[in-house]
């Protein structure tokens, strides 16, 4: 089974340009993301005051933002009176050395591990692995991106890529104890992924987590997901290290409920998820570790208009109505964090210093849909125009918008430029020459009228 993993690092244009082409994964993309997108308007369509939930939901995050410092103190505090231990990381080295460490000092060699963005941007399976630890995905779609030597490219659904009859052949091909006759019945495929997890948690006696909360004044972690296989984590074994980036957390339990109004109805389409769990400090003999994760965050903050990402909740509705997304899938945009929030999140985390980073924000049409949907009402179209005025420009870019300039701050040298390009209108090729052939490619040079407005103005009047 060959990965999916697409060039990266290339660029989005690049990128998305070779996953269109397959028009299996845009096949798949659309079934998953229509009914997903189906289900949440629906749910969101039953609360009257969904407007007002997202409200408080933007300002209960810009409140939380603003005393970070002393909200995660609280938290640190409140976590360490429970039993529990707290380590702080700079970034994703840190964190990795971290739990490394934490996991050797209990002896063992794996780990199962509940579905976490955060680990996946730190690269911790990769990092454990350096170390000799085995760690072992236990949500069912990260099971098969791991199994299939794969990338997540969905946020919630990070095997959305695949269908089920690909599904049968990584589990046939890479699970030792698959059955023989496995079919690609959605039950059979469950089942065999049950039975091959049972097994894992059962004999795992470290697991690793993130959070999608963390609540300061009782310092209570929890975690919503639909499997059950976080709970067999977060409770079986003996000892529990959770990576959490420091943006998660909330002041207080009355805060959680409007998030766990929120965030099941926008990423599942759910009224609420199957499974929440909850747990504060050390507790029935389980060991517990908080690694609080910067990598990057505390300079997004600095930024007045991109701080707004760090309201994000993961939870893929603007994903799931992106028309960029829809099309070129998850890959292309070459970081954990695909479509519209990766577009704004991962250039600020990761700076715009690589091809990759630098074309990001521009992996969007600016429709605002991602904006109708989210939440907590991150204005995406914002940052990723403001980001655009901050990414590195070529040569004759930049020169161009200097004569732009220069045109369009005088009334004069516009009246004259709009007369000039009148008279010349019939010179006006309709692809532009050499590297500004880049532009006329994919669009139309809109056509020069006989007569501006200006002059028609003059005239009439
Ligand atoms: S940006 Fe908003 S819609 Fe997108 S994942 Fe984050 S919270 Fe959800």
């Known amino acids: 089974m060959s990965a999916t993993f697409i060039g990266m690092p290339g660029n989005f244009p690049k990128n998305s340009a070779q996953?269109?082409?397959?028009s299996q994964l845009r096949y798949n993309l659309r079934k998953a993301t229509h009914t997903i997108r189906g289900k949440r308007a629906s749910v969101v369509g039953e609360l009257p005051d969904w407007q007002e939930l997202r409200a408080a939901g933007k300002a209960i995050k810009d409140e939380t933002l603003r005393h970070l410092d002393r909200y995660l103190l609280q938290l640190e505090e409140a976590v360490t009176a429970a039993g529990g231990h707290v380590h702080w990381a700079r970034d994703a080295a840190e964190a990795n050395r971290i739990v490394a460490?934490?996991?050797?000092?209990?002896?063992?060699?794996?780990?199962?591990?509940?579905?976490?963005?955060?680990?996946?941007?730190?690269?911790?399976?990769?990092?454990?692995?350096?170390?000799?630890?085995?760690?072992?995905?236990?949500d069912l779609a990260e099971l098969i991106v791991q199994l299939g030597d794969d990338f997540p490219s969905h946020i919630l659904v990070p095997a959305i890529h695949r269908n089920r009859a690909e599904i049968r052949e990584i589990f046939l091909d890479r699970m030792e104890d698959a059955p023989p006759g496995l079919t690609d019945e959605p039950a059979?495929?469950?089942?065999?992924?049950?039975?091959?997890?049972?097994e894992r948690f059962l004999r795992s006696r470290v697991a690793v987590s993130g959070a999608n909360f963390m609540i300061a004044?009782?310092?209570?972690?929890?975690?919503?997901?639909?499997?059950?296989?976080?709970?067999?984590?977060?409770t079986l074994p003996?000892?529990?290290?959770?990576?959490?980036?420091?943006?998660?957390?909330?002041?207080?339990?009355?805060?959680?409920?409007?998030?766990?109004?929120?965030?099941?109805?926008?990423?599942?389409?759910?009224?609420?998820?199957?499974?929440?769990?909850?747990?504060?400090?050390?507790?029935?003999?389980?060991?517990?570790?908080?690694?609080?994760?910067?990598?990057?965050?505390?300079d997004v903050l600095a930024d007045e208009v991109g701080r707004q990402a760090l309201r994000c909740i993961r939870c893929s509705?603007?994903?799931?109505?992106?028309?960029?997304?829809?099309?070129?899938?998850?890959?292309?945009?070459?970081?954990?964090?695909?479509?519209?929030?990766?577009?704004?999140?991962?250039?600020?985390?990761?700076?715009?210093?690589?091809?990759?980073?630098?074309?990001?924000p521009y992996a969007s049409s600016l429709c605002g849909a991602c904006y109708e949907v989210c939440p907590v009402a991150i204005d995406i179209p914002e940052v990723l125009v403001d980001l655009r005025a901050k990414a590195p420009h070529g040569a004759a870019e930049r020169a161009g918008m200097r004569v732009a300039g220069?045109?369009?701050?005088?009334?004069?040298?516009?009246?004259?430029?709009?007369?000039?390009?009148?008279?010349?209108?019939?010179?006006?090729p309709r692809r532009l020459p050499g590297p500004l052939s880049a532009w006329t490619d994919t669009r139309d040079l809109p056509d020069i009228p006989e007569e501006s407005f200006r002059d028609w103005w003059e005239r009439e009047g």
């Open 406 to 428: 220069w045109v369009l701050n005088d009334q004069a040298r516009l009246a004259a430029a709009q007369r000039a390009a009148t008279r010349l209108r019939g010179l006006v």
């Open 19 to 22: 996953a269109v082409q397959n």
């Open 317 to 360: 509705a603007c994903l799931n109505v992106c028309p960029v997304y829809e099309r070129a899938g998850g890959h292309a945009y070459g970081s954990v964090y695909p479509g519209p929030i990766g577009a704004i999140l991962t250039p600020q985390l990761r700076g715009m210093g690589s091809e990759l980073d630098a074309s990001l």
């Open 188 to 198: 059979a495929l469950a089942e065999a992924a049950r039975v091959h997890l049972r």
């Open 217 to 234: 004044e009782t310092g209570t972690l929890v975690v919503l997901e639909s499997e059950g296989n976080g709970r067999m984590c977060l």
């Open 238 to 298: 003996e000892t529990l290290i959770s990576v959490v980036g420091i943006e998660k957390v909330l002041p207080t339990w009355r805060d959680l409920e409007v998030f766990l109004q929120l965030l099941p109805r926008s990423s599942t389409g759910e009224r609420m998820n199957p499974y929440t769990s909850t747990w504060t400090g050390s507790a029935e003999g389980q060991d517990f570790h908080l690694v609080l994760l910067d990598n990057g965050r505390t």
């Open 101 to 138: 460490g934490l996991v050797k000092a209990t002896g063992e060699r794996e780990v199962v591990k509940v579905k976490s963005m955060a680990t996946q941007e730190i690269g911790l399976n990769e990092a454990l692995a350096a170390e000799g630890i085995t760690a072992y995905e236990t």
